[in-house]
């Protein structure tokens, strides 16, 4: 997952809106949104699921929890000794630690894994998790995003997504159909505006898209979340290289 912007407002029927784009190689092997066999525990999980790494960039689980995840983009090389960072969205929603019990577990174990961003909802907080510095956060009202730097980094595309996503909540535009060009926007930053990650400046201007498309890489799920008091809604589009795959739309009541 590559950008998310969410609206947490705990105080209303629907307390989290979420908006998310995962990007990927699309030789990367991958299922769409569908509902994962139980646990043990009896707890069911609503995700796409990563094929190679085994783990999820977001999903819900049937009593209402969310967990999502974007990767740190670094030039450093990715260890290939570490357990796959997905699998600490599927613990989340699997599992029955509230948020801030969970994150702060998680922050002493940092260091095994690859650098990543965790956003975690547990029903009543929204919470998130920087794993280079091990920093547990509590996230304020409001609008909110995380793309591949830490929480609120002002990339160019985190910034205008969050601002549209705002517009959107002051304009109460906030179905489904409303939100799909917030993601879908192909529009690259100016150069003198683009972050310094240390890759390419020709891939920079790329990836600086909010919805990118090349022969090899690109936007493969785009996904609206909206947690309600008492029911979820889900809707994931799929695409490929040749452009929209599919769309899924789920709904269910959450069970205590």
Known sequence: MCLIAWNW????????????????????PTLPLHWWGPAPNGAEVLAGKDLQGGGTWLGVSRSGRLAALTN????KPLRTDTPSRGELVAAF???SL????????????????????????????????????????RKQ??????????????????????NRLQQQEDRAQTDVNSLWPLLHDRFTAPDASL?????????????????IATPHYGTRACSV????????????????????????????????
């Open 9 to 28: 407002q705990p105080g209303r029927t629907t307390p989290l809106l979420l908006l998310a784009n995962r990007d990927e190689f699309y030789a990367r």
């Open 195 to 211: 972050p310094h990650t240390g890759v390419s400046q020709e891939l920079e201007r790329m990836l600086s898209a909010t919805f």
């Open 225 to 256: 979340v909206a947690i309600h008091r008492t029911h979820v809604k889900f809707v994931e589009q799929s695409h490929g290289v040749q452009g929209l795959i599919a769309e899924n739309r789920q709904a269910f009541q959450i069970s205590p």
């Open 72 to 75: 740190y983009r670094s030039t």
């Open 141 to 162: 009202p409001g609008v909110g995003a995380v793309s591949n730097a830490d929480f609120q980094t002002p990339w160019p595309k985190l910034t205008q997504l969050k």
């Open 98 to 137: 509230d948020a801030p019990t969970y994150l702060e577990q998680l922050a002493h174990h940092c260091s095994d894994y690859n650098p990543f961003n965790l956003l975690v909802f547990d029903g009543l907080q929204l919470m998130g998790l920087e794993s280079r510095n091990a920093r547990v956060l």
């Open 93 to 95: 929603l699997y599992g």
